[in-house]
């Protein structure tokens, strides 16, 4: 099966990127180094294509109210020109995905999903949907993510919109180097910026014309390597490796996106009121090795010697230089200084739990 190409492919390998299938996608895992575009976002300014990333609308009179039902989050509460981090529940109280949903007004909802996920998010929305019914717009959208201390003032030397009245998680519509985009101040790397979406056929004018203004911002292409880094530096969950059908919102650590008192309640809403009265069993934190190794998701985590629970992302952190990980441990061994084992390759190595996120700015 051929992998899905974005509109910036040929832009991608002009740069000399490697290239991977990803979730059925030839996407840039990296163009010169991982660690070298980690930093350049967390110092400088980096460029992510996200384009792969799917969008579902809701439009009409009752968008609003029907969107609002399927996530976890309350649109009812949010201003337009918002956007909120939500989750899609299953009747368990497991993640079918995490997003973000856009409210542009009651008639408009655009709500952001991960790629691995549009098809099953879509159908998962069409069965559930109680009034409008959502059309899927993923292909009307290419998505760049500028990302970094120099976000802001790369985007607003290209755009007339004035920046400094979007606040973090809100956004506007205008033109970025004559290019029309939803400009949006969100990410999913700890840093300050922007997403844009823009039509895919003039995408490839916008990525360029990034590149060339940020030269003096030390711009860099960053790939799917850095991404993965930098998210997990935050402890920002990734679906499929810390967040899944299996696990709710509470063991995620996300209760802050799911509004239990909502008018209207949403899916999974009476499980997850029970597992907060009961309290939850397991919890996914933050964990530092203290001896040798990197951990790596699906490593077992042990206590005496018994297997207990699971790494579900880990990496080397560029910025902190330790060994860090995510996953989930009974919540007795949860408390920030438990510790415990982490096998790597049939050897116990020792981990401590951390506070997160593991990098702040100093």
């Keep these: 099966m051929v992998a899905r190409r974005t509109p910036l492919n040929e832009a991608h390998r002009r740069l000399g990127a490697r290239m991977v299938d990803f979730v059925g996608w030839d996407m840039p895992v990296q163009y010169s180094s ?6 350049a976002v967390r110092t400088a300014v980096g460029l992510f294509d996200v384009s792969h990333m799917g969008e579902i609308e809701f439009s009409g009179p009752g968008a609003l109210e029907t969107a609002n039902k399927l996530i976890t989050n309350d649109l009812s509460k949010a201003a337009d020109g918002q956007a909120l981090y939500a989750g899609l529940l299953n009747d368990q109280g497991g993640f079918v995905d995490d997003v973000v949903a856009y409210r542009f007004s009651p008639e408009r909802i655009l709500i952001v999903v991960n790629a691995s996920n549009k098809d099953k998010d879509f159908a998962w929305m069409q069965a559930r949907a109680q009034g409008v019914k959502p059309v899927d717009r993923s292909d009307d959208f290419a998505q760049i993510a500028v990302q970094g201390p120099k976000a802001v003032g790369l985007v607003q030397r290209l ?3 004035d920046l400094s009245k979007i606040g973090t998680y809100r956004f506007t519509e205008g033109q970025v180097a004559g ?6 101040r969100t990410g999913y790397t700890g840093e300050d910026g922007f997403e844009l979406y823009c039509a895919p056929g003039e995408a490839e004018k916008l990525w360029e014309a990034l590149l060339k203004e940020g030269q003096q911002d030390g711009v860099k292409p960053c790939g799917l390597g850095a991404r993965d880094s930098l998210r997990t530096e935050m402890k920002f969950s990734l679906y499929g490796n ?8 509470l063991e995620a650590g996300l209760g802050w996106i799911c509004k239990l008192d909502k008018q209207g309640g949403f899916i999974g809403q009476d499980v997850l009121v029970k597992q907060k009265a009961e309290g939850v069993k ?8 203290t001896g040798s190794g990197i951990p790596r998701h699906g490593y077992p985590i042990l206590k005496d010697g018994q297997r207990v629970g699971e790494v579900t992302s880990g990496t080397m952190g560029p ?5 860090i990980g995510i996953g989930y441990v009974p919540t007795g061994l949860a408390a920030e200084g438990s510790t415990f ?3 790597i390759r049939g050897r116990p190595v020792p981990a401590v739990v ?4 593991f990098w702040k700015k100093s």
């Excluded at 290019?179 to 949006?184: D, E, G, H």
């Excluded at 397991?282 to 090795?289: A, D």
């Design 34 to 39: 991982v660690i070298g575009e980690h930093e």
């Design 159 to 161: 755009t007339q919109a």
């Design 179 to 184: 290019v029309q985009c939803i400009i949006s």
């Design 242 to 249: 810390d967040i899944d059908d299996n696990h709710t919102p």
């Design 282 to 289: 397991r919890k996914l934190v933050g964990f530092e090795l």
């Design 319 to 323: 910025m902190v230089k330790k060994p």
């Design 341 to 343: 084992d982490v096998e």
């Design 354 to 357: 951390v506070k997160t996120p």
